[in-house]
């Protein structure tokens, strides 16, 4: 806890130095970030490796090409790490909220920035934030509201306005609609950053408030969030297969993943496999943050290694050892032992669907492979994606940690 | 101990890719044998190994190898074929190369990494104790025989990869849907671990599986998948990679066999259907490779029939699948060293009296569609367990019996018909080719092991352990 | 000295065949390759001293190699009357016609393949003879169909108008009447396939139903009893498709006439003397273990045995009819060879009436026609040597100048077509008084047929003889001073003689008998019949006001309609059916399926219009629509 502070503190150091040396603004968020990995305990450990890692190559994809803001977009990416650390430590519903917004708004100046900057582009995108932003805290407030004065209807709403927040703030269809554009309108390197690890942040906090929260009337609200995640399933999967540019393809597979991500919420109606739910969508929000960050960093420098670039095309597709498969297998096995083997069904129908469009990244992507930031990072994200060539147990314990706590 | 052999060919797969293309193939199908040689000692030995790897999350339970008769059956005929297949795809792939304009000692070193991962893959398969564990070597050989088709195929083979993909990545994914509730059912997947297997889970397992033999319907991949594959990758996947689905209803079955007993007639019917369907269209293609693939469908066919056929067909299932591989590993590479020696040389109208010119192919071709037909080699076995399968379990339903015979008819004239297109009649103004030895020698070597199944003392060594393997329940 | 005398009868001539394959496909066509024939031949020679030496000097018994003793199933040899002389015969005539195969063969394109399959076919068929077992013997059969189908499409660049069967050119409707060797091959594979498959069921039942596969060891009337009526129908007429298809009977005659197109030495052998005679040969080794004659309170049995005396017979008629009427001297052959094994079939099959004795006056036939119609196939293989030419041919001249292939073909058809006193007289005495024994219980009709059958049987062959030797057509003479053929058919007829002493001297028990049988009238007027059919026939080959029914009789009575249009116009509608299907599937799944998705994707690519406005209204729109609705369903 105490570490988390003081990289808040470096980063605040940095964002100054950063008017005077990018490399001394790089260095000290570099530190910011070091100092997070100062955890008690050996599973924040691991997730704080993870979210470093994470971090680390976000701030590379930024290095590739300087932008306005050059040294303070580093602070601001080393800031949502320090969010998604912070979550981690948390139970506190004020200090969650706030580990939300403070996850969130470092994006909106991220989006302006990059050789294709672009108001259009940032309006739509920050309307759309702020809007899930307010229901997402709306629908919080309620939950915790209803937590001392029980109110059914009261909680129902604010159960339906939070998944609603959290649907508008990564993208779930049907509220998708600024994903494409943003993704394809604006400059690809802050884009690496806003489809990366970004989207840890809300899932966590609407897992630990439901969690919180928890009533029996979830069980009857699950099939609100089971409808929303089919939906944006089958519409970034669909909508990905005939799209022609390579970011458009892109957004929708985001748009796909967080429908992914969304079916394990349906798990907390029963709360025997939460954790499994909980190890499926953080593991798959990991897979999404390292692959879409790698992808897009690709993008700006018109590919990269070609193997490197089918290996996390087949771990997003799910494809065992690599990490996507065991996201993937998590999620489908709480899904299973929760009942709902339609869903899962359902999700592997869009699997299947996916693979054409995956390939066809992985194609457009691949170049014959030269050294180079760009390489590096892919080749850091594979290496991610293979760590779990020796079946990740001890994620499911992280996972479990990380909300057993609640 | 199984673990270690096993390693043998895993470490290959990193380590073959550092040599020049000679030795590289030299590695590979080393490799290869000497687990070959541990299949053939577990086939001897007469128990059951099993060697703990990783506990897993519930439930998911204990990754282990487990080594019984069965898995030896299989994991024998993989290691030959497989074996056999590498030193063949040395001088197949390198006039691929020539063909495409790629370098060939660099390309040369990708196919052999991802040829070395994917015929590995499914050495391990047949070898693992847990479904999950199963399921991620089954989706491993997917993988890497997806590449190959992918970068090395023929026609339009990036669109025949994407496809090959989404049904058999479909295939597997129901599977482990089926498993997963299996799994939390039973708490474990670890094959000693399940008990019962419900409904849905084995209809999920069974449908998964189906699209991977395939039966009829879903048989639609199979033909452009492995006819547009290079070579050496059809003389994998046609022979070992589809027949695995076999293997896990086995597997399944051998565990839990309300399923099959439950709905022996409709599946028993489906078999039959597939088989004699796809029998016809063999008759009526015209490449040789698509042609070798709905041979497979056929064959397949067999494999859906014998299981619902009692513990002699059971162990028909595991024969089959030998002989399918062994014939049909054979028969591809017949038609790869037609491509190979005469520049793609597919089509079999432009085909006729090819004995004149490639005797030894066509030599070749005649054990492999003798396979096929079960004539005078290990196939003779399975079909003739097949037989007396239908009368255990039938009795003497005329209906049952003339369509199992009919099918095993349309093997034998499918065979003998496309011999006789291709190979024999009034020869074509080709010229005599001399063909390269690594292109005819591994088909003889798979041939004689083949025709020498049928004598003692591999007779009984195969069939011995295969009844222990039924008969005796895996611990 | 068994268990080594044993093996080597089977792996002697397929190891010393080797050798000359493994040449040939190095250096075809070498000098020294060439000479390797030699080598196979005489792994032919150790099958028939070791043939000899189990014929003299075994006792009866059964020998057993350990195979798959879990299973019950292993290699058991039996030593009984039949597979001993069965076994003998076959070594002799596989040896007499491998010596005559290394002059005829000489210079072929194809000798490695040749004595690979020729040897093969040796070991094969002695497997089926030895067998006890009938897994094993399926071996040997299946051997003996794939020996068979090799060696017709020997020469299978069919670019030699001489191996061909039928007049090159001639259509019937929309049917060429003549087959290349491929064709011979494709359709002698297709037929034996289609009999060997339920033969295979029928073997497996029996292994299911009894535990055990060994012919002797069966306790058969219990398994007859244990499937009752129906069960044993369809047991054995599943079986029986094996040796009727392998026997040529009809329906599935045609591959026999069309497996001319193979080398002579092949007609002679497999489609002569040996393999087609395996099919009859198993019929009676079952029926002697089986001995339906004690099992008369199972009607089954008895439907079985009356369809195979039926099939037998009027095989034999139609055999003996098309016969008649052939120009090609090997088809012509073929024909009667047909004939001669519906007899078998109908002689054997009236054990069930008449005992183990019909059993083996049909085995003595066998005996006799296998050594007289090798002798006239290798005659007839001569003569298309020296003539170039597959149609009958030639006249006294000709006969003068090849004086021992004359010689032969008189000894040989005279003492085959029943002749008094020659040998097949005796046997034949014996078939006509066993079928007439059962007259009373099938009626008149297998006698007539039986006797019809031999009159037009003597007349087929008297035609052979006077259109090839006496009376027949114009020819051109290539006499090449070839020694081993004539010495290998002369030997092969003196075999007819010893036959013959055997009989008349009653030194054989069983041979003995026949003369008894030979002295009955009824026998003496049939063999009457037979001479005056043999004289006519002699005198005039071919009557030209008849030519019409002769045409249809060599067009085999329009059989080939059977084996190559309906059978495969059915096959090929299926097939066209199952292309539509095919396509119909792929349209659906890799068309239809994926344009609709791509519709699909437009259309939810289709609300991308760039104006934040569109998408707030979607966006707020669902918004507030879930969130009346959750508040509705709540109320």
């Not at chain 2, 590695?27 to 577990?42: D, E, K, M, R």
């Not at chain 2, 003889?444 to 352990?465: C, D, E, K, M, T």
Request: glycine share 8%; aromatic share 14%.
């Amino acid at each position: 806890m105490e570490a988390v502070v003081a990289s808040i503190l470096l980063l605040t150091v940095a964002a100054a130095v950063s008017l005077k040396s990018e490399r001394g603004a790089i260095w000290l968020s570099v530190a910011a970030l070091a100092l997070l990995l100062v955890v008690p305990r050996i599973e924040l450990l691991m997730y704080s490796m993870l979210i470093v890692a994470i971090a680390l190559i976000n701030t590379a994809s930024l290095t590739v090409k300087r932008n306005q803001i050059t040294g303070v977009d580093y602070s601001l990416v080393a800031l949502i790490a320090v969010a998604t650390m912070y979550i981690a430590y948390t139970n506190n519903p004020a200090f969650i909220l706030a580990a939300f917004v403070l996850a969130s708004v470092p994006t909106y100046i991220l989006v302006m920035v990059g050789d294709r900057a672009n108001v259009n582009v940032a309006i739509k995108y920050i309307t759309f934030m702020v809007l899930a932003t307010v229901l997402f805290l709306i629908g919080a407030f309620l939950l915790f509201y209803t937590e001392y004065y029980p109110s059914e209807i009261l909680y129902t709403l604010g159960f339906v306005m939070l998944i609603l927040g959290l649907g508008m703030e990564v993208g779930c269809a049907p509220m998708h609609e600024w994903v494409p554009d943003v993704f394809t309108a604006a400059d690809p390197l802050p884009v690496s950053v806003i489809a990366s690890i970004t989207k840890i942040v809300p899932f966590v906090a609407a897992y630990k408030i439901l969690i919180l929260t928890s009533s029996p009337l979830t069980a009857h609200l699950t099939l609100f969030v089971a409808f929303i995640a089919v939906v944006s399933m089958f519409t970034g999967n669909i909508g990905a297969l005939t799209a022609r540019e390579t970011s458009r393809i892109l957004a929708y597979s985001t748009v796909a993943n967080m429908g992914y991500i969304m079916t394990t919420l349906v798990v907390l109606s029963s709360q025997n496999y939460l954790y499994l739910a909980f190890a499926g969508a953080l593991l798959q929000l990991i897979v999404n943050a390292v692959g879409k960050a790698s992808f897009f960093t690709s993008i700006k420098v018109d590919g990269t290694s070609t193997p490197l670039m089918y290996l996390i095309a087949m771990s997003f597709i799910g494809l065992p050892p690599f990490m996507g498969f065991y996201s993937k297998l998590f999620i489908l096995m709480s899904l299973v032992g929760a009942g709902f083997v339609w869903l899962a069904f359902l999700l592997i129908v869009n699997s299947a669907i996916s693979i054409p469009y995956y390939v066809r990244i992985a194609r457009s992507l691949a170049r014959p492979t030269i050294p180079g930031r760009a390489t590096a990072i892919a080749f850091v994200a594979s290496i991610i994606m293979l760590i779990t060539v020796i079946p990740p147990n001890w994620f499911v314990d992280v996972a479990t940690y990380l909300i057993g706590g609640v | 101990m199984i673990l270690e052999f096993l390693l043998v060919p895993l470490i290959a797969v990193f380590i073959a890719p550092f040599f020049r293309p000679k030795a590289a193939t030299g590695i590979s199908a080393a490799a290869f044998l000497v687990p070959f040689v541990l299949t053939v000692y577990g086939l001897a030995a007469n128990r059951v190994f099993e060697e703990p790897l990783i506990d897993i999350v519930k439930p998911v339970g204990t990754f282990y190898l487990l080594g019984d008769q069965i898995s030896f059956a299989f994991g024998f005929a993989i290691c030959i074929v497989s074996a056999m297949v590498a030193l063949y795809s040395l001088p197949y792939m390198v006039h691929r190369f020539e063909e495409m304009s790629y370098d060939i000692e660099h390309e040369y070193r990708r196919f052999i990494f991802l040829f070395n991962l994917y015929a590995t893959s499914m050495l391990w398969l047949v070898f693992s104790g847990n479904f999950i564990l199963l399921y991620i070597f089954l989706e491993i050989s997917l993988l890497s025989s997806f590449l190959l088709i992918y970068m090395y195929g023929y026609g339009n083979r990036r669109w025949v990869a994407t496809l090959y993909f989404v049904w058999t990545h479909i295939a597997g994914m129901l599977a482990l849907i089926g498993f997963l509730i299996t799994g939390f059912d039973n708490g474990s997947l670890a094959f000693n671990g399940i008990a019962k297997i419900g409904f849905a889970a084995w209809l999920l397992i069974f449908l998964g599986m189906v699209i991977k033999l395939p039966g009829l319907g879903p048989h639609i991949w199979l033909p452009w998948a492995h006819a547009e594959a290079p070579t050496p990758v059809s003389a994998l996947l046609s022979p070992l990679t589809v027949g695995l689905g076999a293997y896990v209803i086995l597997r399944v079955y051998q565990i839990d066999p309300w399923f099959i007993k439950e709905y022996m007639v409709p599946i028993f019917v489906y078999g039959v259907i597939s088989s004699a369907y796809a029998g016809f269209a063999v008759l009526k293609q015209n490449d040789y490779k698509r042609l070798l693939a709905y041979s497979t469908v056929s064959q397949m066919g067999y494999c859906l029939i014998a299981i619902c056929l009692g513990s002699y067909g059971a162990m028909a299932v595991v024969i089959q699948y030998i002989s399918h591989a062994f014939g049909k590993s054979i028969l591809f590479m017949t038609a790869g060293g037609i491509i190979a020696v005469y520049h793609g040389l597919r089509d079999i109208t432009k085909m006729g009296g090819m004995h004149e010119q490639v005797p030894t192919i066509s030599n070749a071709a005649l054990i492999g569609f003798m396979n096929l037909g079960g004539v005078l080699t290990v196939g003779m076995f399975g079909e003739f367990f097949i037989l007396k399968g239908v009368v255990d379990t039938f009795g003497f339903n005329i209906p049952a019996i003339l369509s199992v015979v009919f099918v095993f008819i349309l093997s034998g004239f499918y065979g003998f018909y496309t011999l006789k297109r291709i190979y024999y009649g009034t020869p074509k103004d080709y010229k005599k080719a001399r063909v390269p030895r690594l292109l005819d020698t591994p088909l003889y070597i798979i041939g004689v092991i083949s025709i020498l199944f049928i004598l003692p003392p591999l007779a009984p060594l195969l069939l011995n352990a295969i009844k222990l393997g039924i008969g005796g329940v895996i611990p | 000295m068994m268990e080594y005398e044993i093996p080597l009868l089977f792996i002697a001539p397929v190891i010393c065949s080797l050798p000359i394959a493994f040449a040939w496909v190095r250096s075809p066509g070498a000098k020294w390759a060439e000479k390797l024939a030699y080598l196979s031949v005489f792994g032919l020679f150790i099958s028939l001293v070791i043939a000899l030496h189990i014929l003299f000097t075994y006792q009866e018994g059964r020998y057993t190699i350990q195979w798959l003793p879990e299973y019950n199933i292993n290699f058991v040899f039996i030593f009984d009357y039949l597979s001993k002389y069965m076994g003998a015969l076959t070594g002799i005539i596989a040896f007499l016609i491998g010596v005559y195969g290394l002059e005829y063969m000489k210079g072929d394109y194809r000798l490695g393949w040749y004595w690979f399959f020729f040897n093969m076919f040796t070991a094969s068929m002695l497997l089926v003879v030895y067998s006890d077992n009938l897994l094993m013997l399926l071996i040997g059969w299946e051997g003996l169909g794939l020996a068979s189908w090799g060696l017709i499409g020997h020469w299978f660049r069919d670019d030699d108008e001489i191996s061909y069967v039928g007049t090159v050119g001639r259509k019937v409707g929309p049917l060429n009447m003549f087959w290349p060797p491929s064709m011979g091959g494709w359709r002698a594979i297709s037929t034996i396939r289609t009999g060997d498959m339920p033969m295979f069921f029928a073997v497996a039942a029996i292994y299911a139903l009894t535990g055990t596969l060994d012919i002797s060891q069966i306790h058969w009337g219990g398994l007859f009893h244990m499937i009752g009526y129906g069960g044993t129908v369809l047991l054995c007429v599943l079986f029986l498709m094996g040796p009727f298809t392998k026997s040529a009977q009809l329906p599935f005659s045609e591959w026999l006439m069309t497996a001319m197109t193979g080398p002579t030495t092949v007609s002679a052998l497999l489609h002569s003397a040996t393999m087609v005679a395996a099919g009859t040969y198993v019929f009676m080794r079952m029926s002697w273990y089986i001995q339906p004659w004690n099992l008369h309170s199972m009607p089954g049995v008895e439907v079985v045995y009356i369809f195979v005396l039926f099939v037998g017979l009027i095989s034999a008629l139609y055999g003996a009819s098309v016969a008649t009427g052939c120009r090609e001297r090997k088809v012509l052959l073929a024909a009667s060879t047909m004939s001669s094994l519906g007899l078998m079939f109908g002689c054997a099959a009236a054990s069930y009436w008449f005992g183990k004795f019909a059993i083996l006056v049909a085995f003595w036939y066998l005996i006799t026609h296998a050594f007289a119609k090798a002798t006239l196939f290798l005659v007839a293989g001569h003569l298309i040597h020296a003539t170039h030419d597959r149609f009958s041919c030639g006249d006294l001249a000709l006969a003068k100048r090849m004086k021992v292939a004359f010689a032969a073909t008189i000894v040989a058809t005279v003492f085959l077509v029943g002749i008094p006193p020659f040998t097949a007289y005796w046997v034949k005495s014996g078939m006509d008084e066993v079928i007439h024994h059962i007259a009373h219980e099938v009626g008149m009709a297998p006698l007539t047929l039986l006797i019809l059958t031999s009159l037009l049987y003597s007349a087929a062959l008297a035609k052979f003889m006077s259109q090839n030797f006496i009376k027949g057509p114009g020819y051109h003479l290539h006499l090449h001073g070839e020694k081993l053929m004539p010495l290998a058919y002369a030997t092969m007829v003196s075999m007819l003689v010893v036959l013959l002493y055997e009989i008349l001297t009653g030194t054989e028990h069983v041979a003995g008998h026949f003369v008894e049988m030979g002295y009955v009238s009824s026998s003496f007027i049939v063999g009457l019949g037979v001479t005056a059919a043999y004289v006519i026939g002699t005198y005039k080959p071919s009557i030209s006001a008849l030519s019409k029914l002769g045409t249809f009789l060599s067009d085999r009575m329009e059989m080939p309609f059977l084996n190559d249009y309906i059978v495969p116009g059915v096959g090929w509608v299926i097939a066209w059916l199952v292309g539509l299907g095919n396509s119909a599937i792929d349209w659906f799944c890799h068309r239809g399926i994926p344009s609709a998705f791509n519709r699909f994707s437009r259309s939810i690519r289709s609300i991308q219009v760039g104006y934040l406005r569109v998408y707030l209204k979607i966006a707020l729109g669902f918004v507030m629509l879930v969130i009346v609705v959750s508040a509705m369903g709540w109320w």
